[in-house]
């Protein structure tokens, strides 16, 4: 996923940083927001929403060709 997002995103992302924490803990954050918790969504994302937000916040008019459909 973080190479998946640092291909998509490669001129506004300035980095994907995995962070050891407590097992079971997944977490996505975007300048101070948690975009994703494991806890909180109940379980893993998948990928085309996650990039849809952080499109969303970070280069709106981007278009993200397959991940689209």
């Known amino acids: 996923m973080a190479q998946e997002l640092l291909t998509t995103f490669p001129d506004v992302l300035g ?5 050891p924490a407590a097992p ?3 977490e996505i954050w975007l300048d101070g927001e948690c975009l994703h918790s ?3 969504d109940g379980g893993f994302p998948e990928l085309k929403p996650i990039k849809q937000l952080i499109r969303g916040r970070v280069e709106p008019r981007r278009d993200l060709g397959h991940s689209e459909v």
Do not use: L, N, P, S
């Open 38 to 40: 494991r806890k909180r």
């Open 24 to 26: 079971g803990t997944f």
């Open 15 to 19: 980095e994907v940083a995995i962070v």
